[in-house]
């Protein structure tokens, strides 16, 4: 069997009711979660050590910001999409032009944002 591996995507998100409808999302867009994770810590550990293709991040997670984690991550080069409710006003400079998810938002903007966070990576089966 000459099957592509799933792309691993990273969620970080401390609402659960929304962890876990991101997780089905990803799930249904055929990627494997890493995660949900709810804690800084949690978030900063796995955005250090875990195989990953792309991260689905919640800007504030427990009353923290999450921009040490995209930090990491993009110095890994892991494409990096911010759900929040505050909109790409709430982006600091450096992530002005990452994809940003409305909240609330819809599979089907999960899936848009996925397929271009995934584009060219061997992981991603999809057409694009």
């Known amino acids: 069997m000459d099957e592509k591996p799933r792309c691993r995507v990273l969620v970080v998100e401390d609402e659960a009711m929304i962890a876990m409808l991101v997780e089905d999302m990803v799930i249904d867009f055929g990627s494997e979660v890493v995660g949900p994770v709810a804690r800084m810590d949690q978030a900063l550990s796995l955005a250090l050590s875990a195989e990953l293709d792309a991260a689905i ?15 990491i991550l993009d110095g890994r080069g892991v494409p990096i999409i911010f759900a929040t409710g505050y909109g790409p006003a709430g982006l600091p400079a450096r992530f002005r032009g990452s994809p940003v998810l409305p909240k609330p938002f819809s599979g089907q903007y999960l899936a848009a944002a996925l397929r271009s966070a995934l584009a060219g990576r061997p992981c991603h089966t999809e057409a694009v």
């Open 57 to 71: 991040l919640d800007i504030n997670v427990g009353g923290s910001v999450v921009f040490p984690v995209a930090e």
